[in-house]
Each structure stands twice: as C-alpha cells, then as structure tokens.
C-alpha cells in the first residue's frame, strides 16, 4: 500500500472529520483521480513533439497516455481538424497516491524560485489545477533525451464540492500551499 494512501486511512480521515463535524466516513473528501496533461501547440510545426510529449508523459506517470486532437480548425494557429496536439493521462488508486507523493516530496521542492501553490487554483466544486513548467522538474525525466522544454497542467479530482475541505486535505497530505499576505 502507498504510503500516503495508508496516511490518509489512519490520520487525514479523523482529522477532517473532527474539523468539519463529519460523522460518516464517506462524506469525508477524498482525491478520485490525477490527470496529467501536456498542451503541446508547436507539435504543429513539428510533429515529433508529440512523441516526446507521450514519451515524457509515460516516464513520469508510468502509464500511456492518450493523444489528444483538436476538435476543429483555426486557420490562424494553422491548425487542422484532428490534428495532433497535446497527450494526457489519467491516475488513479495507488498509482495515483504513489504520484502525489512523488510530486510533494521531490518535484515541487525542485522547481526553481518556488514559493508555494496558489490557494487560488481551486474550481469551485473542490478540483485543484496548477502547472508544473518543466518536465526536467521530475526526476524520472532523463536531461539527455530532452529535446525541448514543455510544460504540463496537473488537475487533482477530489470528492466532495467543497474548496475548504479540498484545502485542509490537500495540506494534510502534505501540499505547500503559498501563505496568505
């Protein structure tokens, strides 16, 4: 079992539960799922882009992505109806929380002049997005096959539409959320 996944059993469920005055377990907000994903706009020019995109994308969340395409076209970015133009990948179960250890332990510590994430980022219904952006920030990356620096979203599912609770999970789990001014 992941280590935060058994984290969040035995400490973050109580504590949220006493916080907020839940008293079933399942009202308790969980993270559902990850989903990575890389915009990769000049794969319209260059099409290996996309292949690196995928490659990085497998390296750093151990599973294939999907390629997305675009839905329709805009002459002004030159861009074809269901062309190539981005990767994205979904996580889930212990995967998911084997990634979000990783990515609070050793990537965020590793992005240059980092402050914290913003408090800002959340939808509305308890979702958190933020971009990383550089894929050289996770370790798996190996620098002698980048050809190009891209960046990715990272959108974390959580149950439950409330942005408070989603908070005080996420910075139970560990989160280095920006301080207030």
């Given at each position: 079992?992941?280590?935060?996944?058994e984290?969040?059993?035995?400490?973050?469920?109580?504590?949220?539960q006493?916080?907020?005055?839940?008293?079933?377990?399942?009202?308790v907000?969980r993270?559902?799922?990850?989903?990575?994903?890389?915009g990769?706009?000049?794969?319209?020019?260059?099409k290996?882009?996309?292949?690196?995109?995928?490659?990085?994308l497998?390296?750093?969340?151990g599973?294939?992505?999907?390629?997305?395409?675009?839905?329709?076209s805009?002459?002004?970015?030159k861009?074809?109806q269901?062309?190539?133009?981005?990767?994205?990948v979904?996580?889930?179960?212990?995967r998911?929380?084997?990634?979000?250890?990783?990515?609070?332990?050793?990537?965020?510590?590793?992005?240059?002049?980092?402050?914290?994430?913003?408090?800002?980022?959340?939808?509305?219904?308890?979702?958190y997005t933020?971009?990383?952006h550089?894929?050289?920030?996770?370790?798996?990356?190996?620098?002698?096959?980048?050809e190009f620096?891209?960046?990715?979203?990272?959108?974390?599912t959580i149950?439950?539409?409330?942005?408070?609770?989603?908070?005080e999970?996420?910075?139970?789990?560990?989160?280095?959320?920006?301080?207030?001014?």
């Open positions: 079992m992941a280590r935060l996944m984290k969040y059993k035995k400490e973050i469920v109580p504590k949220l006493e916080k907020f005055g839940m008293k079933n377990t399942l009202a907000p993270l559902k799922k990850i989903t990575l994903n890389m990769v706009g000049a794969a319209v020019e260059n290996s882009r996309i292949e690196h995109a995928v490659r990085d497998t390296v750093i969340s599973q294939k992505p999907v390629v997305t395409k675009a839905k329709q805009v002459a002004g970015f861009l074809r269901g062309q190539a133009i981005g990767a994205k979904t996580i889930r179960g212990t998911m929380y084997e990634f979000l250890d990783r990515l609070v332990a050793v990537v965020l510590p590793r992005i240059k002049d980092f402050r914290g994430l913003p408090r800002k980022s959340f939808d509305g219904r308890g979702n933020f971009g990383v550089e894929q050289i920030t996770f370790p798996e990356v190996a620098l002698e096959t980048i620096t891209q960046g990715l979203d990272v959108t974390l149950s439950g539409n409330n942005d408070e609770a989603s908070a999970l996420l910075s139970l789990f560990g989160f280095p959320f920006r301080q207030q001014n």
